[in-house]
């Protein structure tokens, strides 16, 4: 009896069935490429807002009650420990609010 050939991948190949976001949520990296993804364009959004209103680093972290460092920190998208209530705060000192919902 001869034994069934299994179709194995190659170390390396791409499987183009699959979309990106499938491919990362099977290597179980989805959420943190997700929340990677929304730090950064919530960081971005905060640079653009200061930029807007001249704002300086020390300016934009003195409107938020916190230190020139802390403010680095939000701005920085590899930087994952900023909460929400930081997250509030640096979007009411630029005059926006910062939403939060569920899809």
């Known amino acids: 009896m001869k034994k069934a050939k299994r179709s194995k ?8 069935s699959e979309t990106f976001d499938e491919f990362l949520a099977k290597e179980g990296l989805l959420a943190e ?5 929304i730090k950064e364009i919530i960081a971005d959004q905060i640079k653009v807002a200061m930029s807007e209103q001249q704002l300086s680093k ?3 972290a003195a409107r938020m009650k916190t230190s020139r460092r802390q403010l680095d920190r939000l701005l920085d998208p590899s930087n994952g420990s900023v909460t929400l209530a930081t997250l509030r705060r640096a979007a ?3 005059g926006r609010t910062l939403r939060v919902e569920l899809d």
């Open 33 to 37: 490429a997700e929340d990677t993804a």
């Open 9 to 16: 991948k190659k170390k390396g190949s791409i499987d183009f």
């Open 58 to 60: 020390s300016e934009m």
């Open 92 to 94: 009411t000192a630029v």
